[in-house]
C-alpha cells in the first residue's frame, strides 16, 4: 500500500521510497512464508483450521478458515506483481531516473534482494520461502527469456558476424570452461573453504566451470539497451551470449549425466568408478550430434508453425499467437525430455519463426506477440536477480571468500585470454574484424545469469559450495560489469552514431511497415 501511494503522488526521496519498497516486500514474503508452513501443515479440516469444531457460518461467504488455500501460486504472482510494481517505480521516478543513467535496473533489482535478504535474515526468519527449485527456473522461467532473445536476434547486424559468433560461442566456451576447470582443479591443494572441495571429483569441477562460463542474453540485452552501444556491437555481444548458453548447456548435461553414472557406481561397488574410452568417445560426439539433432529438431517445428499460419483464415487467426509460441514451447520441453539441446532449439526456432511464420501473420499479432513475450522475459528476469539477491545475503561468506576471489579471478583471466585470442584469430583469417575496443567490452560484458542459476540448481537438489559460490559470482558479475560498461562505452567511444537504441519492441515508432519478407519489429502501434 505504501509503495503504491509512493507511485502515485511521488513525495518521496530514493532512501525514503528504498526503505518502505524493502520493508513491504520483507513483510509481504514473510507473511507468505508462514501461510505456506501453515498450508503443507495442516489438513483442510484440522484442530487449528476449527479449533471450536463449530460447523461453517460465515466463512461460507468468506473463507478466511481455507487452510488449502493454494499459497505457492500466491506467492509467486505476488512476488511478480511487486517486481512489476519496482520495475514501474524505477522507471517513473525523476530521481532515480538519475542513478538508473549509470546503475542498470537489474543491478537495483539485485541490491534491493540483498536489502530484503538481510531484514529476513535480521528476522530468523529461514530462507526456504524465497527458495527457488530446478523445475520452476528451468521449464518456467528459462523458455520466455530465451525466446524473447532469440527474436530479437533476426538482424542483418547479427547475421553478418555469425561466424565470428559460432566461433566465440563454440570454441571460446570450450576453452574457458578447460580453463576454468583446470585452474580451479590446480588450485585445490591450498584446501579453501576449509577443505570443503577436497572431495570434489573432476566432473564435478567440468559441472561448475560449465556453469560459470554461461553468459546471460537478457541481462546482457537490457544493459546495452540503456549504454546505446553500436548496433553491430550490440549484435556481437547479444549473439556471442545467447550462443554461449546453448553450448554451455550442452556440455553441462554430457557432464552430469557421466558424473551421475560415477556416482551410482562407486555406491554400488563401494569403489571409486573409472569411465571408459568408450565412454569419453561417446561423450564427444554428443557434444556434436546433440546440438545438430537440436537444430533439426527446430527446423521441423518451424516448418510445421509456418505451414499452419500459411493455412488460417480470418476466421482462425485469433489462435495464432497461442500456435506460435505453443510450438516453441511444446518444442522446448520435447527437447529437453529427449536429450537434445531446449536452449539451441530455442534459439533456432526463435530464428525461424522470424523468417517465415512471422510473415504469415497479421501486423497486430506480430506485435502482441513480441510484446508479451518481452514483457514476461524483462519480469522473469527481474524475479531472479531478486531471488538472487536474497539468497546471496545467507551465504557464508567468511567461510567461502577466499575461494570465491580466486574463482572470480580466474573467470575474468580466462574469459580476456579467450576474447583476445579468438579476437586475434578472427582479425587475420575472416573479413569480420573485431577492435580491441570491442573486445573490452565482450570482457566486461560477459555477465552470468539465469542460465548458470539453472545448471546449478540442476546440478544438485540440495545447497552445495558450488552452489553458494555460482550464486556468489552471478551476483559480483552483475554488481561490478553492469555498472562498468555504460561508463567504458563513452570512455571508449562506441555509442551509437544514431541517438537511437536497437530495435525493440519496447520502443515502437512511427515508421513504414517493412514489407513481408523483412525484419517485422518495428510495426506502426496503430496497427
Known sequence: FLTLLILIFQRSDTYTSSYYIGTTMSGVLQF???????????????????????????????????????????NHGTLVVLIIIISILLREFKL??????????????????????????????PPRWIS?????????????????????????????????????????????????????????????AGG??????????????????????????????????????????????AFNDGVAYALFKGFK???????LKSNQTGEQAEVSTETYVYLSFSFIVGPILSVLFAFIVVFVSSLLTKIMTRRSQ????????????????????????????????????????????????????????????????????????????????????????????IMYVWRCVVIMGMGLYINKFTKSKIHWKWQIILCVGSLRGIMAIAMSKENDGEETVFQDICLALIFVTVLINGIAIKPLVIILGLQAVENKLPEDVNNVEEEEVPTKNKWLSLIHISE
Open 318 to 409: 485469433i489462435f495464432s499467437p497461442f500456435l506460435v509460441l505453443g510450438c516453441v514451447w511444446t518444442g522446448f520441453y520435447i527437447s529437453d525430455f529427449i536429450g537434445l539441446s531446449p536452449i539451441i532449439f530455442a534459439l533456432i526456432c526463435g530464428l525461424g519463426q522470424m523468417r517465415y511464420t512471422f510473415p504469415n501473420l497479421p501486423p497486430a499479432h506480430q506485435l502482441t506477440i513480441r510484446l508479451v513475450l518481452n514483457t514476461i522475459a524483462t519480469v522473469y528476469q527481474l524475479c531472479i536477480f531478486l531471488f538472487l539477491g536474497v539468497l546471496v545475503s545467507f551465504i557464508d561468506i567468511a567461510a567461502y571468500w577466499q575461494l570465491i576471489l580466486l574463482t572470480t579471478f
Open 196 to 241: 570443503a572441495l577436497k572431495n570434489a571429483s573432476m566432473w564435478d569441477y567440468y559441472k561448475f566451470g560449465t556453469t560459470v562460463s554461461s553468459v546471460d542474453p537478457i541481462t546482457v540485452l537490457s544493459i546495452f539497451n540503456t549504454a546505446n552501444v553500436d548496433k553491430s556491437l550490440y549484435f556481437l555481444v547479444f549473439g556471442e551470449s
Open 32 to 74: 507468505f512464508y508462514e501461510a505456506g508452513q501453515r498450508y503443507y501443515d495442516l489438513s483442510p479440516f484440522s484442530d487449528e483450521c476449527y479449533p471450536q469444531g463449530d460447523p461453517p457460518a460465515a466463512d461460507l461467504i468468506i473463507d478466511y478458515n481455507n487452510c488449502n488455500l493454494p499459497f505457492v501460486l500466491v
Open 257 to 263: 549425466m557421466v558424473d551421475d553414472w560415477t556416482i
Open 132 to 192: 527457488i527449485t530446478q523445475a520452476w527456473v528451468k521449464f518456467g522461467f528459462l523458455p520466455p527469456i530465451i525466446l524473447s532473445s532469440a527474436y530479437q536476434l533476426y538482424d542483418k547486424n547479427f547475421f553478418n558476424q555469425f561466424f565470428s559468433i559460432l566461433l566465440l560461442a563454440i570454441i571460446g566456451t570450450v576453452t574457458a570452461i578447460n580453463g576454468i576447470t583446470l585452474s580451479l582443479k590446480a588450485n585445490n591443494s591450498l584446501e579453501l
Open 96 to 125: 532515480i531516473e538519475k542513478i538508473l543513467y549509470w546503475i542498470p535496473e537489474s543491478v537495483i533489482v539485485l541490491l534491493l534482494g540483498l536489502i530484503v535478504g538481510f531484514l529476513t535474515k535480521a528476522a530468523r526468519a
